[in-house]
């Protein structure tokens, strides 16, 4: 029998005093907040891309475990 894993969906959707907020699922309280909607849309897309890759999902321009970067001290 196959695994069933839980997918997760992230939405962004516009806020007051022109924010946007990005939500996980069906969580009525946003998880980030941004005043630019394409910075909204970019923070959801990293999230759901870094989930892909902890689960080992492949797609077009995933960053690899080659192409981390150490942070400079």
Known sequence: MQETKETLVYRVCAGAGNTWNVFADSRRESIASFHD????????????????????????????????RTPAP
Do not use: N
Request: proline fraction near 6%; avoid cysteine; glycine fraction near 10%.
């Open 37 to 68: 909607k394409s910075e909204a849309v970019r923070h959801a897309l990293r999230l759901a891309r870094g989930r892909r890759v902890r689960e080992g999902v492949t797609y077009p321009g995933a960053p690899r475990a080659s192409d981390a």
